[in-house]
């Protein structure tokens, strides 16, 4: 079993920065890829960003690349997103996932999850 928390959500204005925290407990961390994946009203989950066990395999979608980054600790337990110029269409529930199969952008792939937090963006 592996329980998954994130933290760091909240109100921010365009152009603004925030950091997701994603704290672990169960199974070994660093054994697990992971990923960010996030949801807006009415829309899919869809992939932010992911990281394998290693941290030397990540893949950022397009419409975050370049303003997101993707960082995990091993030692700690802890993965991270970084999320700078923030814009309205950022605004969603952000989740983080862990998966021990092999690394993917869908969702289905990953076992557990966490809550969520909330990002909301303010133009």
């Not at 807006?40 to 950022?60: M, Q």
């Not at 991270?80 to 983080?96: G, H, R, V, W």
């Not at 998966?99 to 999850?113: C, E, K, M, P, V």
Request: contains cysteine; charged residues 15%.
């Amino acid at each position: 079993q592996v329980r998954l928390a994130e933290s760091g959500g909240g109100l921010v204005q365009a152009g603004g920065s925030l950091t997701l925290s994603c704290s672990t407990s169960g199974r070994i961390f660093s054994s697990f890829n992971m990923a960010w994946f996030r949801q807006a009203p009415g829309k899919e989950r869809d992939i932010v960003a992911r990281i394998n066990w290693s941290g030397n395999e990540i893949y950022y979608a397009d419409s975050v690349k370049g303003r997101f980054t993707i960082s995990r600790d091993n030692a700690s337990s802890t993965m991270s997103l970084q999320m700078y110029n923030l814009k309205p269409e950022d605004t969603a529930i952000y989740f983080c996932a862990a998966t021990s199969r092999f690394i993917s952008s869908s969702s289905t792939s990953y076992t557990y999850w966490g809550q969520g937090t909330q990002v909301f963006v303010s133009s």
